[in-house]
């Protein structure tokens, strides 16, 4: 069978790549996986890096060269013969990944040759990370508890899948078609061109608006209707839940509590009280009680400031608007309203000076000073959608190739919400092969209207950085180890460090000059609207502050309290988490937890912290910029070679140390947001 997923020599030939494809390819990859492992543990003598190590890293590596772009393509071009064919996979792959975690025998060749000197640091790293992640696997397990943690697994696994299913049906499911033009009153020219083409798109007139966030936002933020922004706040916000409009259709509730569960009884097998503590084990955090005072900490010294700042709204909608009393669905929209009216600037005003190819340019012009690199397109790749772009970066020195990547910019049909880098290809260095990495960037901006180009706002400006800082961190890795290349092996909580960290060249005057410029007239962003944008910039922050805390709070106790006696109380537990951090109360239809895909979907289950444990780390990096100069070569060369190369192949706060001199401390991030006592 000429099948193009195995043709893993070159990179993907997406345009080839069909359904059908999937499930043999995936079923040939771990064959040759199964008996590769199978040689290498069965009758060697005395197993060394090479002769284990390289040849279990090179099937592997196939095995994510055929999967990656099927993960992708399910993400970005979503059909029901990709999904059903991506979802046949996902069991036999949870399957084999707890075969290989539970190998007593390929654990032993693991000790041998961890036992081994003559070893390089990040060597000592993987191997030491491979035999933590046994134990994690549950190797050392009597049989029966063994078989069990496989299928809690293989359950986990299909649970997530579920979940993330229920709630993009339920998003794609509902839309508010509008005939009569009154109705869109207050929204920005964009927010209407977009409705207007999604009802063309549909065969209608009017205007059609969804629950994908370019379309959803900019009705919370600016519609003048009170009703129409109930209407979506309702939809949006009981999404695969048993309320709204859906109710009971793709109810995420029970799904949410067999989780939980299951992450319980997992946690409890492994030996750990709880699958809090099972998710610190690979992560910077040390304990329990750790993330809970970092996180108790951040709300006390925010929570009076967003008191405050929630009274100056109330204050505000109520003298200039005669709003007595602000529902959560009017939060957004007074909040522009004031914010408007306080620096007057809003985030439309802004979008003329962010057309999407000239952020680009700015981002790469960013990144070739900072880091010494060059950044070009290339032209002619074989992909999955006409709007997708492809790149490669080369080392600006020697011209050397160091990484390439796709770039799908806009929001679409069957393309699941948000942004994302992913990993396409690994950096690789063995005997006998050499690869270089290769990421996805996805974003969901407002795709080009006519003639017009895409126009960010400063918002999704910063959107970009922060997800081109993951890629750079995949993309720089000079690491030839898959295992603890690029993100590979960096704990969870340390992962956002170069992705939050690039954010803040979207706020200098000196960044922003290479980029920000009208589309139609190219007039630089003006000092006026620059000036109003950097006082506004904290606007709301500690409200924000709080609300990242509260999720971040409510994550963290779900997987600490749980009792399997008293299921997972999920609303209960929410509840009491808004008692102590909130101090905006959704109503009582609203969930949440149904729609919180980052817990119960990604890969942030009891460390949803790690965004705010990383933002300490991120702020205090950038600090050093502040001292020395935005773009001052050393401390680039530095943040480079201690963390974006470094990858996972050292212990993240040792790499976090050399890099700054000294351990982070949290001054810079409340100094940035503007919370400094
Ligand atoms: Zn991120």
């Known amino acids: 069978m000429n099948n193009p997923l195995l043709d893993t020599a070159t990179l993907p030939s997406f345009s080839r790549i069909l359904p059908e494809h999937v499930e043999p390819a995936v079923d040939a990859c771990l064959a040759d996986c199964r008996e590769t492992i199978a040689r290498l543990t069965e009758g060697v003598a005395v197993p060394t890096w ?25 993400a970005v071009m979503n059909s029901d013969t990709l999904r059903a064919a991506y979802n046949a996979c996902l069991p036999k792959l949870s399957a084999y990944g707890t075969e290989v975690g539970q190998n007593e025998s390929l654990m032993r060749a693991y000790q041998a040759v961890a036992a081994q000197e003559h070893l390089n640091p990040a060597q000592r790293k993987l191997l030491e990370n491979a035999l933590r992640d046994f134990h994690l696997s549950g190797v050392d397990l009597p049989t029966e508890k063994k078989a069990r943690y496989k299928e809690i697994t293989q359950e986990l696994s299909r649970l997530t ?3 993330s299913e229920n709630l993009l049906d339920a998003t794609n499911a509902w839309s508010k078609h509008l005939d009569d033009p009154s109705a869109l009153a207050g929204l920005p020219e964009s927010a209407r061109e977009l409705a207007r083409q999604s009802a063309e798109q549909q065969g209608l007139s009017g205007w059609r608006f969804t629950l994908d966030l370019p379309s959803y936002l900019p009705v919370m933020t600016y519609a003048d209707d009170q009703d129409l922004r109930r209407e979506l706040y309702e939809a949006y916000g009981t999404r695969a839940s048993d309320q709204g409009p859906h109710a009971g259709r793709w109810d995420n509730g029970e799904i949410m509590e067999q989780i939980l569960a299951l992450r319980h009884e997992l946690a409890r097998l492994l030996g750990f009280a709880n699958y809090a503590e099972r998710s610190l084990a690979t992560k910077m955090a040390s304990s329990p009680q750790e993330v809970m005072a970092f996180l108790a900490d951040l709300a006390e010294r925010s929570l009076e400031q967003a008191r405050c700042e929630l009274a100056q709204l109330e204050a505000f909608a109520r003298e200039h608007h005669g709003v007595e009393r602000l529902e959560p669905w009017d939060i957004a929209y007074y909040s522009e309203k004031l914010r408007l009216h306080r620096y007057q600037i809003s985030q439309e005003e802004l979008r003329p000076y962010f057309p999407i190819s000239r952020v680009l340019t700015g981002l790469f012009g960013v990144v070739e000073r900072l880091f ?65 990495p290769v990421a996805y960037l996805v974003c969901n901006f407002s795709p080009p209207v006519g003639d017009k180009p895409s126009l960010l706002t400063h918002q999704e400006v910063q959107t970009l950085f922060h997800e081109f800082g993951h890629g750079l961190h995949h993309l720089l890795t000079t690491i030839d180890y898959p295992g603890v290349a690029g993100i590979n092996g960096v704990p969870w909580d340390a992962v956002e460090l170069p992705s939050q960290f690039m954010e803040n060249w979207c706020w200098e005057r000196a960044s922003l000059d290479l980029f920000a410029a009208h589309w139609q007239t190219g007039e630089p962003l003006p000092d006026r609207l620059y000036t109003r944008m950097i006082a506004a910039k904290n606007f709301q922050s500690a409200m924000q502050m709080v609300r990242q805390l509260e999720f971040a709070m409510f994550d963290f106790r779900l997987h600490l309290d749980y009792d399997p006696a008293l299921g997972g109380r999920v609303y209960d537990i929410l509840e009491q988490v808004r008692e102590q951090v909130a101090v905006i109360r959704p109503p009582a239809f609203h969930r949440f937890a149904h729609g919180f895909s980052h817990i119960f979907a990604g890969g942030y289950a009891a460390g949803y912290y790690s965004y705010k444990w990383a933002e300490v780390l991120s702020a205090d990096a950038f600090s050093l910029f502040e001292e020395r100069g935005v773009f001052d070569p050393a401390a680039g060369q530095a943040f480079r070679e ?3 190369e470094k990858g996972g192949s050292e212990d993240a706060m040792v790499l976090y140390v050399r890099f700054r001199g000294r351990q982070p401390q949290t001054d810079a991030l409340l100094r940035h947001s503007g919370i400094a006592a």
């Open 50 to 74: 090479e002769t284990l190590i390289e040849p279990l890293d090179e099937v592997d590596d196939r095995l994510n060269r055929v999967w990656s772009p099927v993960g992708h393509l399910n």
């Open 372 to 436: 010494g690199v060059r950044i070009q397109e290339v032209e002619e790749l074989d992909t999955y959608h006409p709007h997708v772009r492809f790149f490669e970066i080369r080392d600006g020195a020697s011209g050397s190739l160091r990484g390439q990547f796709y770039l799908d910019p806009y929001a679409r049909a069957n393309k699941r919400g948000g942004a994302w880098m992913d990993v396409c290809v690994n950096r690789m260095h063995t005997s006998r092969c050499d690869q270089i």
């Open 161 to 163: 899948s579920t979940y």
């Open 642 to 644: 201690n963390i974006l």
